[in-house]
């Protein structure tokens, strides 16, 4: 049970594969020691589907589970098909995160944008229920920064006069930045895009630290509420380049940048 996520961890499919089969074959319910598969087992197995590409076995396993799918499965498929470019089912993935809980305006969010991307019209009654939760949407991300024994938080969009030099040094920046950005990942995110709310609230952080440091921090921390977009994430990886390590924990995982590099390897 225990050596299974680290199958799952390192992309070892084949070896994951034949312990999950082991689990449910040793499982009886007279045994002192039950061993049985758990959800945490099947949305983990969802995810290694995902990331080595098979995104028909990841379906299939899911039509064929025990177990009745919850958000961590359906999540799971909704990374794996929107870092693939599969429209169709990214859509299938969200609209099942909202079934799940209809209350949750950040898969209506979500919805709402696959459905734009590929050109049809989301369902009225979703539309409807949409804009009943339009007043209580938190899209709007924040980040808070460990940096010289203090913690600063920054809000996406919020400007400051006091960081004007921040500002200043995103744009010279972006123009390295915008053309490496890739076109072939959907482009659905928790946050809106920095041309409706401003620039994300991480960048401001990152910004931040290395302009009050004249570019000398060596490793910046930050946390934020919601999961980086593609952007975001290449900026950091294009300042990691320089020396600068980052280490940024998102609504979905922690990537450690370094070297131009991140260890979530472009999948989150």
């Known amino acids: 049970r225990f050596g299974f996520p680290g199958y799952v961890l390192h992309g070892c499919s084949d070896e ?3 312990v999950f089969d082991q689990m449910r074959k040793e499982y009886t319910p007279t045994r002192d020691y039950q061993i049985t598969p758990g959800i945490e087992h099947y949305s983990a197995m ?3 589907f995902g990331r ?24 799971a498929l909704f990374t794996a098909s929107r870092c693939h470019g599969n429209v169709a089912l990214t859509i299938h993935a969200a609209e099942n995160l909202l ?30 229920r949409s804009q009943e939760h339009k007043d209580t949407r938190t899209n709007c991300g924040y ?13 996406s969009g919020r400007h400051s006069p006091g960081l004007n030099s921040v500002y200043n040094w995103l744009k010279s920046i972006a ?30 952080a990152l910004g931040f630290a290395l302009v009050i440091s004249g570019y000398k921090v060596k490793c910046v921390r930050i946390v934020k509420n919601m999961r980086m977009c593609e952007e975001c994430h290449y900026t950091a990886k294009y300042i990691s380049s320089y020396g ?4 940024l924990h998102d609504s979905k995982c922690l990537h450690h940048f370094k070297n131009g590099r991140c260890s979530c390897g472009d999948y989150w």
């Open 52 to 75: 080595s590409g098979k995104l028909k076995d990841a379906i299939e396993f899911i039509e064929c589970m025990e177990l009745e799918p919850d958000a961590a499965v359906w999540e």
């Open 244 to 247: 600068c390590e980052i280490l």
């Open 99 to 128: 079934k799940l809980n209809p209350a949750n305006s950040m898969a209506h969010h979500l919805v709402t944008q696959a459905h734009s991307l590929c050109g049809r019209s989301v369902n009225p009654l979703k539309e409807k």
């Open 16 to 18: 994951a594969i034949d």
């Open 175 to 204: 123009v390295n930045i915008k053309p490496a950005v890739s076109n072939t990942r959907l482009g659905i995110h928790e946050e809106e895009e920095e041309e409706i709310c401003g620039v994300h609230s991480e960048k401001l």
């Open 143 to 155: 980040s808070l920064l460990q940096f010289r024994n203090m913690v600063y938080s920054f809000v």
């Open 46 to 48: 969802v995810d290694l």
